[in-house]
């Protein structure tokens, strides 16, 4: 089996930082990408920041110059870092990624249980 775990949400006023962090654990032989979505109520999920084996990032419009994506490796992590936050950024965060499991050669999808960061004005 494999586990997304994600922490560092929480409430923070505008203008404010946090850093979310993901932890994929389990049968995984490699990890092809992971990255960030969010969903507002009412809204749909949306890309927030992506990232690849090969460092490749991609980001929304609406984060660029903001947020940053990063991730180790080793530890199978990956963060991301939310400066100058606005209540527009306010929404449950999840982690996703895409990764190939221990003995096979498909790739799988797999999603945390979501984090959510609230932004006060």
């Known amino acids: 089996q494999v586990q997304l775990v994600e922490s560092g949400g929480g409430l923070v006023q505008a203008g404010g930082s946090l850093r979310l962090s993901c932890a994929a654990s389990g049968s995984i032989s490699s990890i092809k990408t992971m990255g960030w979505y969010r969903q507002a109520p009412g809204n749909e999920r949306n890309l927030v920041a992506s990232?690849?084996?090969?460092?490749?990032?991609n980001y929304a419009d609406s984060v660029k110059g903001r947020f940053a994506i990063s991730g180790d490796n080793a530890e199978n992590t990956v963060y991301l870092q939310m400066n100058s936050l606005t209540p527009e950024d306010t929404a449950v965060y999840y982690c996703?990624?895409?990764?190939?499991?221990?003995?096979?050669?498909?790739?799988?999808?797999?999603w945390g249980q979501g984090t959510q960061v609230t932004v006060s004005s």
């Open positions: 996703k990624a895409i990764l190939v499991k221990v003995g096979g050669s498909s790739t799988y999808q797999y």
């Open positions: 990232l690849t084996s090969d460092g490749t990032t």
